[in-house]
């Protein structure tokens, strides 16, 4: 049974930062990341890595957060800073292991 567990939400000013983790059970993933609802909104996917380490941002996060991965730890971060009004969302951790699992989801609150 794979399990994704996130820690490092919550509630920041707007120019803060936070850094969410994600820690995956199981087998090695092909890539691992993360993706934000908003409410009344549509998931997004936020950032991504696969496991040869290339990296894909949403265009609204490019140059302010940055995913990184620990294969072998089965882990994934993302550190953002600059965060703005707009980044407030739920925060899920997504991995690729031959099928997709989430996690559970992390609130993101950024305040003006």
């Known amino acids: 049974q794979v399990q994704l567990v996130e820690s490092g939400g919550g509630l920041v000013q707007a120019g803060g930062s936070l850094r969410l983790s994600c820690a995956a059970s199981?087998?090695?993933?092909?890539?691992m990341g993360w993706y934000r609802q908003a409410p009344g909104e549509q998931r997004e996917l936020v950032a991504a890595i696969t496991s040869s380490g290339r990296t894909n941002y949403a265009d609204s996060v490019k140059g302010r957060f940055t995913i990184s991965g620990d294969n072998a730890e089965n882990t994934v971060n993302l550190q953002m800073n600059s965060l703005k009004p707009e980044d407030t969302a739920v925060y899920f951790c997504?991995?690729?292991?031959?099928?997709?699992?989430w996690g559970q989801g992390t609130q993101v609150t950024v305040s003006s």
């Open positions: 199981g087998s090695a993933f092909s890539s």
């Open positions: 997504y991995a690729v292991m031959q099928k997709l699992y």
